[in-house]
């Protein structure tokens, strides 16, 4: 079974770009989860999907951040124009439906994101 | 809002020894309680899981402890090997969430052949 993947695993763009982050989720995963660290910080949660729907997005920092979960499949995240302060690791993690209490997250290997 | 501590931030043992790494959280409304590893460079392992309704869970020299009342988790390695060498994260999965993990800063753990 394939894990969690992320693309790019590095992205690196100046001050007023757009990127865009890509996960593809274990197959059968219905939750999506979006997390980030910033330097010398905690991970700390973005944004939620179940299947498509966004279920919660309290963490997303500003409306710079867009994320999408087309058809229930892979996510993107799109950071237009990026600043300087959105520098980090950006995780995706995947888990089953049904009980939360059981509900193990896996996580993919993270995208580093420098901008410059 | 939910807190995570780990304490040490930072752990050298010499391999063979059994060690403790701590956790704590400031809100019992959790659904869970997951200990991860990340190896430098790479995502985070899930090692257990410990449901909110339940005391411990064991994998092979592993153990994790959960303590909801007093807010602490532990996560036991037995007989210590140089390829437990790593960063350890605890996080607590969000009751009021969707079980959204807030994360602790983790502990290095260096394990000296």
């Known amino acids: 079974e394939a894990g969690v993947t992320q693309f790019p695993s590095h992205s690196v763009i100046e001050k007023g770009q757009t990127v865009t982050l890509r996960c593809d989720p274990i197959s059968g995963h219905d939750n999506l989860y979006w997390y980030r660290r910033v330097m010398g910080k905690e991970i700390k949660f973005l944004l939620h999907?179940?299947?498509?729907?966004?279920?919660?997005e309290s963490g997303m920092p500003n409306n710079r951040f867009l994320a999408e979960r087309t058809g229930g499949t892979y996510s993107t995240l799109k950071v237009q124009p990026a600043e300087l302060e959105d520098s980090g690791v950006y995780f995706c993690?995947?888990?089953?439906?049904?009980?939360?209490?059981?509900?193990?997250?896996?996580f993919g290997a993270g995208t580093r994101l420098s901008v410059l | 809002k939910q807190e995570v501590t780990q304490i040490p931030a930072a752990l050298s043992v010499p391999e063979g020894e059994n060690l403790v790494l701590n956790c704590s959280f400031t809100d019992s409304a959790i659904y869970n309680l997951q200990w991860f590893r990340q190896d430098p460079g790479k995502g985070l392992t899930s090692l257990l899981l410990?449901?909110?309704?339940?005391r411990e869970q064991t994998s092979g020299r592993l153990n994790a402890s959960l303590d909801k009342s007093s807010g602490r988790s532990t996560l036991y390695i037995a007989a210590s090997q140089p390829g437990d060498s790593a960063t350890y994260l605890c996080?607590?999965?969000?009751?009021?969430?969707?079980?959204?993990?807030?994360f602790g800063t983790g502990t290095r753990l260096t394990v000296i052949p």
């Open positions: 996080a607590g999965g969000d009751q009021t969430g969707a079980n959204n993990l807030f």
């Open positions: 993690a995947s888990s089953r439906g049904g009980s939360l209490a059981k509900n193990i997250q896996y």
């Open positions: 410990i449901q909110s309704s339940q």
């Open positions: 999907f179940v299947k498509e729907s966004k279920q919660d």
